[in-house]
């Protein structure tokens, strides 16, 4: 009896053959338990290190603050202290008693010592009596907490951003005091962060990519991690999620990236008591090195495994393949349209039942080939016909498929779009006719049509061959069988792009005769209402000039008279059309040092750079004392535009360069290069136009895109030129050239004598350094003529700095960035208006606590009650009353200041 075997017991030898899947499949549970198995204990080893790193950090500050505590403690600094207090200010008795302390505090400071600074602060302002770096001496700390606290007792202030440092420090104090408990004063040291770094960094048995760093609450290392490359990473800041958790008051440990984009099992604990994140880290190529091993040895057994397999299948696969070959030529017969010969189906097992059903596949597919031929044919006859009437329209007609490709394309859509029936057949509209933009409206007035609305009439932009853009008028109707169903959607199409046209400039016309009259009018009552009160104030003082006065009112009569005649002018020029579209710029030119002005504009900028990441760096020292010809003030406000662009466009980690050189012949080149995305070149021509962004804004980049237009027009007016050069990828640089001028020369005896360059450097550090620590008010005004003037009122004040900004974007940068006591705001600026100027300073966490003061020659009650309202602390009205002023100035900063910026007393 012949055994019947089937392709059920065929295919069962053939899963036989995967059983060594199962091998595959426990290999990979055991590498997954052993994997877990040594992270379980990594995360416990960290953790444990963790822990004991926190408690050297503890000790180490600890001991610091007993180090600090033992000096104040010692008699002899006492003693010290007492003697420089109570001797007469600047007598031989001061004087020794301050070499005394100083000398005694130098055997605590220094390398190799508790402190790198030891300073002593009197217990009032917290002035800086005596230090062991002069640099120190005379500034005032009492706004800092570790002299606060240090006159409670001994304390360690958390980590900051210290000036005398240029970076992070922390500060140890501890107060002073005589025999009979008075305070004397405090001392105070700057602890040696090389210390902490070392006590972070001693290895605990870990493995070799062991590391452990402490990150502040700015996202800024506070200790050097051991296995950083490049040191300036240290002023970028850490941002990963570790680190993010921890500093949101987390702790714990998990699987995670680390600075360097390296994976890496990590621990982390926050420090509450220290506002630090403490991190402990090894890679992870080195903690699960063991199962990387297993598993691949696990991967070789797989592989021989597979090769087993595929043995066995090949065997199975000589087998079948004969009966399957000959169903195989069959369907490829069929499916070319022709006839086969029946399969034979002598075989009695599962193969042969399949023979016999293909055949009979077979005969019922000729049936219907046969009834589809005639079908086809009554459809071509209907077609036809149809793109005859089609082709005879005047009209553009296109004939779109479900899919949405061109069925039907007629000679008039050739003459409308210019493409030719066979280059338009079976393309979608998406780059033929339809530009990019317009895609997503399309899709849905097409979705619209397929799901049975009746029809839709438009008007849209389109593409033509040679990429020009018409406006056609649409209307669309969608095609259906006889049970509803749309087969396609007939569109008729009308260039109306010349009516369009004329029907614009028809309207455009009308509204520019409407805008003309509108000026005309507007222009004639402002003649009137603004010479008649002048008309009376000129009178009145010229009345007064023929009356016998004394030398002062004649001197401020001859001044009405002079500001009289000026405003008269200025109202004539307004009058002018021409002139308003000219645009006119009151310019003092003078001789400008590069040196100098570069090195203010620097100085203004860093703390934003700092802030962003961003190194900025002034390479002007070649220039020497070389001038330019300018107006000092409209120059310094191009230059912080370029500067501050250059910050703000830059990613983290970056570089902006300010220098100086020699441009075309008599003139000089000042440069601001930046490491930033750059700008395509199509775009360039772009750049100067006002309210042109670029995509800024697209990247929540604030601006309002007419910083580079005014830059543009303030060169241009002082006879220069300004222009930029840029890579994409690689960063753009901005240029301007001015006219090279002599520097004005000190006379002595006759004979002109210039201060050495390394005296004039000296005394400007110097006066940099002495400005830094005054008070600052800065003063937010585009009118150079009311800068000047508040620069002359507060040099009646010399204990205060004033800082100055003629944008309103610019002025918000220069405010977060150096926290001025006191903030005076004109309301009219080029970018914004003062409003907004106020609401962004009240928003902002950072200087919602400074006063505003609103300087405005508007003088509405309605309008000041709603800017006082708004959180404005006063608004006065210009003209200045310069007594008002300067009252209002001493009541808002504490008091009058004397040149040193302390309150008189």
Request: glycine share 8%; hydrophobic share 45%.
């Amino acid at each position: 009896m012949k055994i019947r075997l089937g392709l059920t017991p065929k295919l069962a030898l053939t899963f036989a053959a995967f059983a060594a899947v199962l091998l595959a499949a426990m290999g990979a549970l055991g590498y997954r338990d052993a994997r877990t198995a040594l992270f379980d204990a990594t995360m416990v080893e960290l953790s444990a290190t963790a822990i004991e790193k926190q408690s050297a950090i503890e000790a180490w500050i600890a001991g610091s603050r007993a180090d600090i505590a033992a000096l104040a403690a010692s008699p002899t600094a006492s003693d010290h202290l007492a003697a420089l207090i109570t001797a007469p200010q600047g007598s031989s008795a001061s004087r020794a008693a301050h070499a005394r302390l100083v000398g005694e505090l130098r055997t605590h400071a220094g390398p190799g010592r508790a402190f790198l600074v030891v300073f002593a602060m009197e217990p009032d302002e917290g002035k800086v009596i005596a230090a062991t770096d002069a640099l120190e001496e005379g500034k005032f700390r009492a706004d800092l907490p570790y002299f606060t606290l240090g006159k409670k007792g001994p304390c360690v202030q958390n980590p900051y951003y210290s000036f005398h440092v240029r970076g992070l420090a922390m500060t140890a104090a501890a107060p002073v005091r005589s025999q009979t408990g008075r305070l004397l004063g405090v001392l105070a040291g700057h602890l040696d962060l090389e210390e902490m770094n070392a006590v972070i960094l001693r290895r605990s048995g870990l493995r070799h990519s062991d590391d452990a760093y402490l990150v502040n609450s700015s996202n800024l290392f506070v200790t050097q991690p051991r296995l950083i490359a490049d040191p300036a990473v240290l002023r970028l800041g850490v941002h990963t999620e570790h680190v993010r958790r921890c500093l949101a008051g987390g702790s714990g440990s998990m699987l995670a990236t680390d600075y360097r984009g390296v994976p890496v099992v990590t621990a982390y604990r926050w420090l509450p008591d220290r506002q630090m994140c403490l991190v402990v880290k090894v890679d992870q190529a080195e903690a699960f090195a063991r199962p990387a091993a297993l598993g691949r040895a696990l991967l070789l057994l797989g592989a021989l495994t597979l090769m087993v397999a595929s043995a066995l299948g090949l065997g199975l696969a000589r087998v079948l393949t004969g009966p399957l070959r000959s169903l195989r030529a069959g369907a490829i017969r069929i499916g070319g349209g022709e006839r086969h010969e029946h399969l034979p189906e002598m075989r009695g097992d599962e193969l042969g039942d399949l023979a016999r059903e293909f055949n009979a596949m077979d005969a019922a597919l000729q049936a219907r080939a046969a009834e589809a031929r005639r079908a086809e044919e009554a459809l071509r006859e209907s077609e036809a016909r149809l793109r005859l009437q089609i082709e005879r329209m005047p009209v553009g007609c296109i004939v779109w498929s479900p899919d949405f490709r061109v069925v039907s394309w007629n000679p008039a859509a050739e003459r409308i779009f210019g493409f030719a029936q066979e280059e338009a057949l079976g393309k979608r509209p998406y780059g033929l006719i339809v530009p990019a933009e317009a895609q997503p409206h399309v899709d849905v007035v097409w979705r619209a049509l397929l799901e049975g609305d009746t029809g839709a009439d438009s008007v849209n932009e389109n593409l033509t061959r040679d990429d020009r853009r018409i406006l056609c008028s649409w209307s669309n109707v969608p095609l259906r069988s006889s049970d509803g169903a749309v087969l396609g959607v007939l569109s008729m199409v009308e260039d109306i792009t010349e009516r369009k046209a004329a029907e614009e400039a028809r309207l455009a016309r009308e509204s520019a005769e409407r805008a003309n009259q509108a000026k005309s009018e507007f222009l004639s009552r402002m003649s009137h209402e603004l010479r008649t009160p002048l008309n009376a104030i000129l009178g009145f003082a010229q009345l007064l000039e023929m009356d016998t006065l004394s030398p002062g009112q004649r001197e401020a009569t001859a001044h009405i008279l002079r500001a009289g005649r000026h405003l008269l002018d200025l109202i004539n020029e307004v009058l002018d059309i021409a002139r308003i579209e000219a645009g006119r710029l009151s310019l003092s030119p003078e001789p400008v040092p590069l040196a100098r002005l570069v090195g203010e504009c620097v100085g203004l900028m860093e703390p934003a750079a700092f802030e962003a990441g961003i190194v900025l760096h002034d390479d002007t020292a070649q220039v020497g004392d070389q001038h330019v010809l300018a107006d000092l003030q409209r120059l310094k406000q191009v230059l912080l535009n370029l500067l501050s662009n250059a910050i703000k466009f830059t990613p983290r980690g970056g570089r902006a360069v300010i220098a100086c050189g020699q441009g075309e012949p008599g003139r000089l080149r000042i440069t601001v290069a930046d490491t930033g995305p750059g700008i395509p070149a199509e775009r360039l021509p772009h750049l100067f136009t006002p309210f042109e962004r670029l995509g800024a804004e697209a990247a929540g980049i604030e601006g309002t895109g007419l910083g580079l237009a005014l830059s543009k027009r303030l060169i241009e007016a002082m006879a220069g030129a300004i222009g930029v050069e840029s890579t994409p990828g690689r960063g753009s640089e901005f240029w301007v050239e001015l006219p090279s001028a002599a520097g004005p020369a000190e006379e002595v005896g006759g004979v002109r004598e210039r201060q050495p360059r390394s005296q004039a450097a000296g005394a400007q550090s110097a006066g940099a350094r002495a400005g830094a620590e005054r008070p600052a008010v800065l003063y937010i005004e585009d009118n150079l003529s009311n800068v000047r003037l508040v620069e002359r009122i507060m040099n009646r004040r010399p204990g205060v700095r004033l800082i100055t900004a003629m944008q309103g974007r610019l002025g918000l940068d220069l405010a977060r960035e150096h926290r001025p006591r006191l903030i005076m705001l004109d309301l009219h600026l080029p970018d914004i208006e003062g409003d907004e100027v106020l609401a962004r300073l009240l928003e902002d966490p950072r200087t919602r606590g400074i006063p505003v003061v609103i300087l405005s020659a508007t003088a509405h009650s309605s309008h000041i009650k709603r800017l006082l309202a708004a959180g404005a602390r006063r608004y006065l009205t210009k003209p200045l009353d310069v007594a008002q002023f300067l009252e209002v100035i001493d009541e808002l900063m504490g008091s009058n200041l004397t040149g040193n910026g302390r309150p008189e007393t």
